[in-house]
């Protein structure tokens, strides 16, 4: 049921697989959207095949119209012929400039994966499992032109477990931001939620995971060392250095506080592999060594017992 005024219209901005979950469920609670502006396509693997984003696949599944402009500040007349009352966003990718903030009658608000003021910026799931957070959630914001400074309408908070991933608090993200979304939008409408302003001395930020941000770093303590293998997984997956190849890490938990050997040095029991750090042992339960598929932790103790002592850097 739609729960807008008649002729109501919304924009949808965002791209990766967290955001299309989100749209797909406002769709299906016929939610008046009327377009959707993603990314661009992008070539995928080996084969560089042109792959649509995930936002896009959704939309066009219902037959909603797309628009992907390369750079949204230089390409966004199209806006001004659609005129929607509300933009919502979540995870869109790029700087929207005022002149898209200034286009619909009721503002744009942005889904952002965070209890603001925490974590502003471009990964906040991601900072908050590498941060050791126990609990993140969801803010329902205003967009202004400083990055995810606007007020703030509604929050959700989301507990983080000690076994959670990126992967796993993306799902948790993503349901939290329908539930945000399904009950707290239809009274941003009707003019029922005033806003709060975010309290600048409480601002953190959650700085881009860049390239160089996925090789772990041996200098770390088990504990952060083990947040960062779980923040970095399973996309993009943090890495260390096996013979001048990458070997990822994708699970791991804390086995012993020994320290016997050199940090980054392998050891094997009889089911499991063991990376020693510089206050104890990390059991390695999901490994990617260069040129193989993923593997548990058993399965390489079995058939790589001659890396025995071998070290990681």
Do not use: W
């Not at 608090?169 to 349901?175: G, N, P, T, Y």
Request: charged letters at 25%; aromatic letters at 6%.
């Amino acid at each position: 049921m739609n729960p807008f005024p008649k002729n109501y219209t919304i924009v949808y901005m965002g791209t990766p697989e967290i955001s299309a979950q989100v749209l797909e469920a406002l769709l299906e609670e016929g939610y008046p959207i009327v377009a959707l502006i993603t990314s661009p396509d992008k070539e995928v693997g080996r084969k560089r095949v042109l792959t649509p984003t995930p936002t896009k696949v959704v939309a066009t599944k219902y037959g909603i119209p797309v628009y992907q402009p390369k750079k949204i500040r230089e390409d966004y007349s199209f806006l001004e012929e659609i005129k929607p009352d509300l933009i919502l966003t979540m995870a869109y990718g790029q700087i929207v400039p005022q002149g898209v903030l200034d286009v619909p009658k009721d503002g744009c608000l942005n889904l952002h994966g965070s209890l603001l003021p925490k974590l502003r910026g471009a990964a906040p799931i991601q900072r908050a499992i590498i941060n050791g957070d126990e609990k993140t959630g969801v803010t329902l914001m205003e967009m202004v032109k400083a990055m995810d400074a606007g007020r703030m309408y509604a929050s959700l908070d989301v507990k983080i477990e000690e076994d959670d991933n990126y992967t796993s608090l993306c799902q948790k993200i993503a349901k939290a931001a329908i539930d945000l979304t399904l009950d707290a939008l239809p009274l941003y409408v009707k003019g029922l939620l005033s806003g709060v302003a975010q309290d600048e001395e409480e601002v953190t930020f959650a700085a881009k995971i860049n390239p160089e941000d996925e090789k772990l770093n041996l200098e770390l303590g088990k504990a952060d060392f083990l947040n960062f293998i779980r923040g970095l997984s399973k996309t993009p997956g943090g890495y260390l250095l096996l013979n001048n190849e990458k070997f990822k890490i994708y699970k791991a938990r804390i086995a012993d506080d020994l320290v016997n050997g050199e940090v980054g040095t392998l050891s094997f029991t009889k089911k499991e592999v063991l990376l020693q750090l510089k206050d104890g042992h990390l059991s390695l339960l999901e490994v990617q060594p260069a040129g193989k598929k993923e593997m548990d932790g058993s399965s390489f103790a079995n058939g790589y017992r001659h890396l025995e002592g071998a070290k990681l850097v």
